[in-house]
Each structure stands twice: as structure tokens, then as C-alpha cells.
């Protein structure tokens, strides 16, 4: 994520917030949570290495230190929420490592169309060339919608 923040040229304070963007399922449903107990404002104000260091603690804050054991008698948490809260997040970041590799692939596509100025034919068609290569694995990546305008080739 910290390089898409940097690519993004994401202030520190929008970190949080547009990686909350990302959450799903139970890392989501945690999320929502954790910003009702402690409001919105306050949610979206903490560091992005705060963040960090919460969602891959693994325990119970309020009366104990260390590890809930199988079910804690106060707080009634099972260990295997904290698992599942962690592997949710660790799940988050793959899916965000993906998103990174498809922004490096427009970044490198806007530098190759901006390349092409100025160049011999040769080393124009192999730009080109790349550049078709990055639009189709893209393609392949990114589900479009039907193009209702080329129904005239039937």
C-alpha cells in the first residue's frame, strides 16, 4: 500500500481513509465496528502505521495482556475472531498488490505514449508494440462493459 500511496501522491491524513476503501468482508465488517466504538473522525485520523499495528495485534486490550485464550471469560472473544480479523487484513493487502501491479502497467503505459515523440520508426513500432501488450493484459484484467456502437459489423 505504501506504494501506492506514493505513485497516488496520497497525504498521510487520507491514508486510513482511502485504505478503508478497500476492506472487505470481515476486515470490512471490523472496520465498521472499530469506527463506531470510536467514532468516525477519530477513525480516519489515526496513522496508516497505527492501522497497521491494530488490525495484527493478537490481544484483548481491555483486561489483559497477551492472546485471548479459546473464549475469554470477560469479553467473551474467541481467538479465532482475532485470526480471522488478521487474515481478512493479510487477504486485503494481497488484493491491493494486484491493484498495484495495474497501476505500475498504466504508469508505464502513460510513459510509453509519451515516448513515442520524436523517435525513429523502429523504435516507434516496438513502443507500440508494448504498448498493445500492456492494453490487452488490462483488457484481460478489467472487465468492460458491451460496446453498443460496433453492433453495425453483423
Not at 95 to 118: G, Q, V, Y
Request: with cysteine; glycine share 2%; hydrophobic share 30%.
Amino acid at each position: 500500500m505504501e506504494t501506492v500511496f506514493h505513485i497516488s501522491n496520497i497525504p498521510k491524513k487520507y491514508q486510513v481513509k482511502y485504505t478503508s476503501c478497500y476492506l472487505q468482508d470481515s476486515a470490512l465488517s471490523w472496520w465498521n465496528s472499530h469506527k463506531r466504538k470510536i467514532e468516525t473522525d477519530a477513525a480516519y485520523a489515526m496513522t496508516w502505521n497505527a492501522l497497521m499495528k491494530l488490525t495484527t495485534e493478537d490481544k484483548c486490550k481491555l483486561h489483559h495482556h497477551g492472546p485471548c485464550p479459546v473464549r475469554c471469560g470477560n469479553c467473551k472473544k474467541v481467538s479465532r475472531e482475532v485470526r480471522q480479523r488478521r487474515e481478512a487484513a493479510e487477504k486485503a493487502f494481497e488484493a491491493s498488490k494486484d491493484k498495484d501491479e495495474t497501476i505500475k502497467s498504466l504508469e508505464e503505459l502513460r510513459f510509453l505514449a509519451l515516448s513515442t515523440k520524436d523517435l525513429s520508426d523502429d523504435d516507434a513500432y516496438w513502443i507500440e508494440r508494448k504498448k498493445a501488450q500492456i492494453k490487452a493484459k488490462l483488457r484481460a484484467e478489467i472487465p468492460m462493459e458491451p460496446n453498443n456502437e460496433d453492433d453495425s459489423d453483423e
